[in-house]
C-alpha cells in the first residue's frame, strides 16, 4: 500500500493541468496562479486521497474549481476574453495555402466563440473536447448532473455551429 | 443568426454521434436518420468538420517554456508548503490523549491533550507559519514506540528532531542538556541550570521545561526541586510525571522523590554510589547529583558501582 509521491503527481499531470488552466484563462500569469494554487491544494490533500482515487480527474475538479471562484467576477473574465481573441488573430495571420488559411480562419472562429460561452459551458466543452474528461468528473467539477454536463458541451457544439452558419468553411474537413 | 435547419427531438444524438461522444445504439439510430433526411445529413457533416476543427486546436501547442517556468515557480512553492508542513495524529494512551507531530526534518510535537482529543486545543492551532496537516501513516510508528516506551519495554526514543517549535536559544540549550538525563534517572532544576552554564537560572530552565515541545522524548518529567519535590510537570499534570518516572523505576512518595534511598552520581560521572558515600560531597552543589531509581539503571547508563561503598555488595533495600 502506500501513495506515489507527490513528485510523481506532479511529473505526470502538471503541464497537462496547466494547459488546460492556460486555455480556460487565456492568459500566461493567470494560469501561472491558478495551476500554482491547484497543486499546492492538492498537496494539502493528498495525504487524505484514498490511493485508489483517479488523480488526474481529481486535479481537473480542483483546477476546475478554482477557476470558478477565479470568474466569479464577470468583469473580470471579459477583460480576459478580449485579450484571447487579438492574441489569437495575431497569431493565426501567416500566409499558408488557401486551404490552410481558411482552415485557420475557421478554427479562430471556434476558439472565439468558445471564449464567449458562459463559463459553465466553455468549462465543460474544454474539459471534454480538449481534455476528454469524463462527464461523470465534469459534473463533480461543476456541481451538476452528468446530464447537464452532456447538456453543456452539446449547447456549446450547437453555438459554434451557429456562428458558422453556411458558409464555405464548413465543408473543409481535415 | 442563421438557424440550421435539423430535426430538433434527434439534434442532441446527432451532435454528439457527430463528435464521437455516443454509444453504437445512439449511433445507429442517428446514421437511420440521417439516411432518409438529407437536412440533417448536412448538419451531420458539419457538426464533423467542426469535430476537426476542434481536432486541431486540441494540438495547438502552449510553449513549453511557459509550462517549465510555471513548474519550477510551483516547486518552489511546494518547497516552502513542505518545510512549513507538521503532519499530526492523536492517539490514545495511558496518559489520555496525546497528539504526535511531524515534519519534514524530524518529529516536532509531543503534546498531552487530556481527554480533549482534539487538534483545536493543540499549539498547532495557534501557530504562526506552521501548516498542520492530519495524517496517520507517518506518526504510526512513533505512536507504536512511545506506547512500547510507556509500557517500559523500550527506553529510548531515538528519533529525529524537529526542534523548531522551541522558543529560544536558551531553552534549546536546556533541552539539550536534558536530553543528557539517563533512563531512570531525575536531576534538579538548579543541577541543570548548572550544566548550561547559568547556575543561577533555575527558574528560567523551569520555564524552558514547561515549554517543552517533546515531553517524553526529551525528558523533563526527570527534572525535580532541589528539595526532591516534582514540582511541576506540564501545567497541572504531576500524576503524569509520577506515572512516567515510575515507569523507568523511580519511586515517588506522595509528590516527593526520596533521594536517601536511592543512588547518586554526578553528571558525566562513571560511578555510581550509596546516598551515604564519604566520596559525595554533601556540601558542595548538592543540587547537581542525579539519583537513579535502581542499579540496573545506574548500570545501563554506563556507571559503575563506587569502589569506596560498594553499592553492588550492600544493595539499597526499600
Redesign the interface.
Known amino acids: 500500500m502506500g501513495q506515489q509521491p507527490f513528485e510523481t503527481i506532479l511529473e505526470a499531470h502538471h503541464a497537462e493541468i496547466y494547459r488546460y488552466l492556460r486555455r480556460v484563462t487565456s492568459r500566461a500569469a493567470e494560469a501561472d496562479d491558478l495551476s500554482q494554487e491547484t497543486f499546492l491544494r492538492a498537496y494539502r490533500a493528498y495525504r487524505a486521497l484514498p490511493s485508489d482515487a483517479n488523480v488526474r480527474a481529481w486535479l481537473f475538479t480542483i483546477a476546475t474549481n478554482l477557476a470558478r471562484n477565479h470568474f466569479r467576477s464577470e468583469g473580470r473574465r471579459s477583460r480576459a476574453h478580449a485579450a484571447v481573441i487579438v492574441s489569437r488573430s495575431a497569431l493565426d495571420d501567416g500566409a499558408g495555402p488557401e486551404g490552410e488559411t481558411l482552415f485557420n480562419e475557421t478554427r479562430a472562429r471556434v476558439e472565439a466563440v468558445v471564449e464567449r460561452l458562459p463559463l459553465r459551458q466553455r468549462l465543460a466543452f474544454i474539459l471534454r473536447k480538449i481534455h476528454d474528461v469524463d462527464y461523470e468528473v465534469i459534473a463533480r467539477s461543476l456541481d451538476c448532473s452528468a446530464e447537464t454536463a452532456r447538456a453543456h458541451v452539446f449547447q456549446a457544439l450547437r453555438k459554434i455551429r451557429q456562428s458558422l452558419g453556411e458558409s464555405q468553411q464548413m465543408e473543409i474537413q481535415r | 443568426?442563421?438557424?440550421?435547419r435539423v430535426c430538433s427531438n434527434i439534434?442532441?444524438d446527432i451532435?454528439?454521434s457527430a463528435?464521437g461522444?455516443s454509444d453504437p445504439v445512439t449511433d445507429e439510430r442517428v446514421q437511420r436518420h440521417i439516411d432518409r433526411c438529407p437536412p440533417c445529413a448536412g448538419?451531420y457533416q458539419?457538426?464533423?468538420?467542426?469535430e476537426?476543427?476542434?481536432?486541431?486546436?486540441?494540438r495547438v501547442p502552449?510553449p513549453?517554456v511557459?509550462?517549465g517556468?510555471?513548474?519550477k515557480?510551483?516547486?518552489a512553492?511546494?518547497e516552502g508548503?513542505?518545510h512549513r508542513t507538521i503532519?499530526y495524529r492523536i492517539f490514545p494512551s495511558p496518559l489520555g490523549q496525546i497528539l504526535i507531530g511531524q515534519s519534514e526534518q524530524g518529529v516536532s510535537l509531543v503534546e498531552y491533550l487530556g481527554s480533549r482529543g482534539d487538534v483545536r486545543h493543540s499549539r498547532l492551532a495557534h501557530m504562526r507559519g506552521v501548516?498542520a496537516?492530519?495524517?496517520g501513516?507517518e506518526v504510526e510508528a512513533r505512536y507504536r514506540e512511545l506506547m512500547e516506551y510507556l509500557e517500559g519495554k523500550r527506553t529510548r526514543l531515538e528519533w529525529p528532531l524537529d526542534l523548531r517549535l522551541v522558543r529560544s536559544d536558551f531553552h534549546r540549550h536546556v533541552l539539550s542538556a536534558t536530553s543528557e538525563i539517563p533512563y531512570g534517572a531525575v536531576t534538579s532544576y538548579a543541577g541543570l541550570a548548572c550544566q548550561v552554564g547559568k547556575p543561577t537560572a533555575a527558574r528560567a530552565v523551569a520555564q524552558a521545561l514547561r515549554w517543552n515541545p517533546l515531553p517524553i522524548v526529551i525528558p523533563c518529567h526527570r527534572v525535580i526541586g532541589t528539595s526532591g519535590a516534582l514540582t511541576g510537570y506540564a501545567g497541572d499534570k504531576l500524576g503524569l510525571k509520577q506515572q512516567l518516572l515510575s515507569t523507568e523505576g523511580v519511586r515517588t512518595q506522595k509528590t516527593t522523590i526520596p533521594r536517601n534511598s536511592m543512588y547518586v552520581s554526578f553528571p558525566g560521572e562513571t560511578f555510581y554510589c550509596l546516598p551515604s558515600c564519604s566520596w559525595i560531597p554533601t556540601s558542595e552543589h548538592p543540587h547537581r547529583l542525579i539519583f537513579f531509581g535502581t542499579r540496573d539503571r545506574a548500570e545501563a547508563s554506563g556507571r559503575t558501582a563506587c569502589g569506596d561503598c560498594r553499592p553492588d555488595l550492600h544493595p539499597l533495600t526499600n
Request: glycine letters at 4%; charged letters at 35%; a neutral charge.
Open positions: 443568426m442563421n438557424q440550421p439534434e442532441p451532435v454528439a463528435s461522444d448538419e458539419r457538426y464533423r468538420a467542426i476537426g476543427v476542434v481536432g486541431a486546436i486540441r502552449i513549453t511557459a509550462v517556468r510555471a513548474r515557480r510551483l516547486e512553492s511546494l508548503l513542505r503532519a501548516e496537516v492530519e495524517d501513516a
